[in-house]
Nanobody, 115 residues
Framework: VQLVESGGALVQPGGSLKLSCAAT????????MAWYRQTPEKQRELVAA???????NYADSVKGRFTISRDNAKNTVYLQMNSLKPDDTAVYYC??????????WGQGTQVTVSS
């Protein structure tokens, strides 16, 4: 199983980024896919998740600014991030989960929001 994130970068406050996570080795369509983030000061936290049938949920801190989506034909999940703030700076991790028993992580991609 591999989850490969991409799209992290340095961006100015107010800017946008789109993260991608390509999955191999799993039946992508049946997994709940999620994005988490972590900084040295904080524990890993859930940013957004999308279930196999397309239901989504978001952390309060990103509601209205971030959008999670998935393309089952491409085995890829995305995170569109708009109106970025310095507090969004973190390593972003992709997660795939099925019935809580099968749980996989990507290696992470760095997002830095700074002027």
């Amino acid at each position: 199983v591999q989850l490969v994130e991409s799209g992290g970068a340095l961006v100015q406050p107010g800017g946008s980024l789109k993260l991608s996570c390509a999955a191999t080795g799993i039946i992508f369509s049946i997994h709940t896919m999620a994005w988490y983030r972590q900084t040295p000061e904080k524990q890993r936290e859930l940013v957004a998740a999308i279930t196999s049938n397309g239901n989504t949920n978001y952390a309060d801190s990103v509601k209205g600014r971030f959008t999670i989506s998935r393309d089952n034909a491409k085995n890829t999940v995305y995170l569109q991030m708009n109106s970025l703030k310095p507090d969004d700076t973190a390593v972003y991790y992709c997660n795939a989960n099925f019935i809580e028993k099968f749980n996989y992580w990507g290696q992470g991609t760095q997002v830095t929001v700074s002027s």
